[in-house]
């Protein structure tokens, strides 16, 4: 299987320097690739640089939990806050991270994922601290509120 990942037309620094206003309106939209000698470089739009970036971030953490998963590891080097989460809790947590991070691909709406991992995480710090935890879990007393 081949993947193309840019399809764009090279063009040299002299191509560049003699239609810059063409080639930078072109790169707002499409990578440009452009040569120089041996080098190789590419002109790409901010935000695509950046979901290039986070993609890879992402997959990078993903595929390592997912790795983590497959040799039935105990302890998670990825996540280490798992190892507070009740036993039955690792996998929903893992479909989420999933379902999560192929809807994150399609809409890049990174703090999606970001959440995800937040609340998670929250959660495990709960169940790590049974203070915290029972705390959490007391009954209100409406009585003891302050009136703001």
Excluded at 42 to 62: G, P
Excluded at 114 to 124: G, N, S
């Amino acid at each position: 299987m081949v993947t193309t990942f840019l399809s764009d037309d090279f063009i040299n620094s002299k191509e560049l320097r003699n239609n810059q206003k063409h080639w930078l309106e072109r790169a707002y939209l499409t990578p440009v690739s452009i040569r120089s000698g041996d080098k190789k470089l590419v002109l790409i739009n901010r935000e695509q640089a950046r979901d290039v970036y986070l993609i890879n971030y992402y997959a990078q953490i993903v595929v390592g939990f997912c790795q983590e998963r497959s040799a039935e590891s105990k302890e998670s080097k990825v996540f280490p806050w798992l190892k507070h989460l009740q036993e039955g809790q690792v996998k929903p947590f893992h479909k989420q991270l999933l379902a999560c991070f192929n809807e994150v691909i399609q809409t890049k709406d990174w703090l999606k994922i970001e959440e995800l991992l937040d609340d998670w995480k929250a959660t495990a710090e709960v169940a790590a601290s049974p203070a915290l935890s029972k705390e959490l879990m007391a009954e209100e007393k409406p009585s003891e509120y302050v009136g703001l």
